[in-house]
């Protein structure tokens, strides 16, 4: 298991500087997942093939023996 990267904003809730002082906190997590196969080109070729959804990013790479 891979760490999580944690992204933090807080920033003030008014536009202006005046009012109670109220903030917002947003967080975005980063999850990572090394996953290590053995198999044959044509295993891959279908591996790579499956759609994932928008703003996943998935890196493939192939060592030779």
């Known amino acids: 298991?891979?760490?999580?990267k944690t992204l933090r904003?807080?920033?003030?809730?008014t536009p202006c500087g005046e009012g109670s002082k109220t903030w917002d906190r947003f967080q975005m997590r980063i999850h990572k997942r090394v996953i290590d196969l053995q198999s044959t080109?044509?295993?891959v070729?279908?591996?790579t093939s499956i759609s994932i959804e928008a703003g996943v990013e998935v890196e493939?790479?192939?060592a030779d023996p």
């Open 1 to 4: 298991r891979m760490p999580t």
């Open 45 to 47: 070729k279908q591996i």
């Open 60 to 62: 493939v790479t192939i």
């Open 41 to 43: 080109s044509e295993i």
């Open 9 to 13: 904003i807080t920033t003030r809730k």
